[in-house]
């Protein structure tokens, strides 16, 4: 029997998979479902150019393979010279807004200004975006499903 934590815990997140409630070890709570490793070097290759290049075919490109994968429409992207006073290097919203640091503006005005920084910033803004996405859909979906079958009880006492 699952326990109402671990119910809640892959109700929220979306597309994960719970495997166990020891919580302590998160890696072996729970497996993501990510494209292909020959997929995600790609979209890590155009992420590295867009930094590089600053050529915005690139940036969406990457996007639209990230967003192909899970069958969502691309979000909308604000660059912007700096967030929360330098504080933030990305935000997202739940109607599918991402804000991100521009590479160039990256590379000016941080501390930790790095490549690999920035493309797990877009990484991580992505993650928020894919979990969020679609709410009211899974939530009516999850209605639906709670209630299938509840009325088909007359032979089924056992």
């Known amino acids: 029997m699952v326990d109402r934590t671990a119910f809640l815990l892959c109700f929220y997140c979306g597309p ?21 490793l020959k997929e995600r070097r790609a979209v890590d290759r155009l992420l590295s150019a867009f930094f590089r290049e600053y050529k915005p075919q690139d940036f969406k490109k990457a996007i639209a393979a990230l967003s192909r994968f899970y069958h969502l429409k691309n979000p909308q992207v604000e660059w912007y010279e700096y967030i929360d006073w330098g504080k933030t290097a990305g935000k997202t919203y739940e109607n599918g807004q991402v804000y ?17 920084k920035w493309i797990n910033t877009v990484y991580h803004e992505m993650g928020h975006y894919v979990f969020w996405a679609d709410a009211e859909i899974k939530a009516d979906m999850f209605a639906f499903r709670m209630v299938r079958g509840l009325n088909n009880h007359k032979n089924n006492h056992r």
């Open 100 to 116: 991100l640091v521009h590479p160039e503006n990256w590379k000016k005005g941080r501390k930790y200004n790095s490549e690999r």
């Open 16 to 36: 994960f998979v719970v495997q166990n409630t020891d919580y302590r070890d998160w890696e072996s709570v729970m497996r993501m479902i990510l494209p292909s």
